[in-house]
């Protein structure tokens, strides 16, 4: 009886805290065991940042939470789903035939692709959960999540809270347009020098509407030399956006926004070469990919 106390403890420390709690629930998106779990790890620290489900080549992948395809491609040759959850989260697939793309609205469980091989012996699923700039383990969002036993004493790391998934607006993307220039160091086409891209470039037709995928606050409304005339949203959490090089702006300043709002219109204001939108992300100040 001595020894099975301090097991029963251990137990009900390693379970983890309701997803709902959270407003957050995943569904697996294979039925498979776990072959590779998480690394709860630093962000510039080597380790596992998602977990290994076990399937069979084939096998149909399901998206874990509802929302929109974010991306359905390969990346590095690795067949790739991206679904946006409209809360600032995503979660991602590997490697996967995919059944649906960038754009298309999916319910939890709907199919996104089939399994392939490549990723483990055998054939496995690589499953991730991210807001493009931390991870989290989507196993502990499940809507039953597994036991996980803890030394004694001690207890599992604290989960992020996730607000529950929702379709957002324009596949969680300001607009649609054509993507011309990623975050990252590049040569600036005005100023000739090399510099970090502090956003993604989406080119569209001057005039086209810009809306905030996500709701926040407006912070900024103005007119910048270099960046021309922006907007800034604060999302709350430490996160943030910016739309820069705008020909009109339609809010105002401390205005609240909802996702899918129209905020301006796209233009070539500031030092810009034609008509397209600079889209900025900042988390904790520090600015960031807003694609991720």
Known sequence: MRLLLPMVVVLLLAIPAPAG????????????????????????AAGHRGVDLGGSTGDPVRAAAAGRVLF??????????????????????QPVLAT????????????????????????CLH???????????????????????????????PLPRIAAATVGA???????GRLTSRFGPRLHPVLGVFRLHDGVDLAAPCGTPVVV?????????????????????DHGGGRATGYTHLQQAHVRRGQVVAGGD???????????????????????????????
Do not use: K, Q
């Open 100 to 123: 649906v793309g960038a754009g298309d609205v999916v319910e939890a469980g709907d199919a996104i692709g089939s399994l392939l091989a490549g990723h483990c012996a055998g054939a």
């Open 21 to 44: 709690a959270a407003g957050f629930e995943l569904v697996a998106p294979i039925p498979g065991p776990a072959v590779r779990g998480y690394d709860d790890v630093g962000r510039f």
């Open 262 to 292: 129209r905020i301006g219109t796209v233009g070539s204001s500031g030092l810009s070469t034609g008509c397209h939108l600079h889209w900025m992300a900042w988390r904790d100040g520090a600015v960031v990919d807003p694609m991720g």
């Open 213 to 233: 995928p996500n709701g926040g606050t407006v912070t900024r409304v103005d007119h910048h030399p270099a960046y021309g005339r922006r907007v800034v949203v």
């Open 127 to 157: 499953w991730g959960l991210t807001d493009g700039e931390t991870y989290a383990n989507p196993l502990a969002f499940l809507r039953l999540p597994p036991v996980r036993l803890v030394p004694a004493g001690s207890a599992p790391p």
């Open 170 to 176: 324009l596949d969680g993307l300001p607009l649609r």
């Open 72 to 93: 359905a491609g390969n990346v590095a040759g690795r067949g790739t789903v991206s679904v946006d959850h409209g809360n600032g989260w995503r979660t991602t697939y």
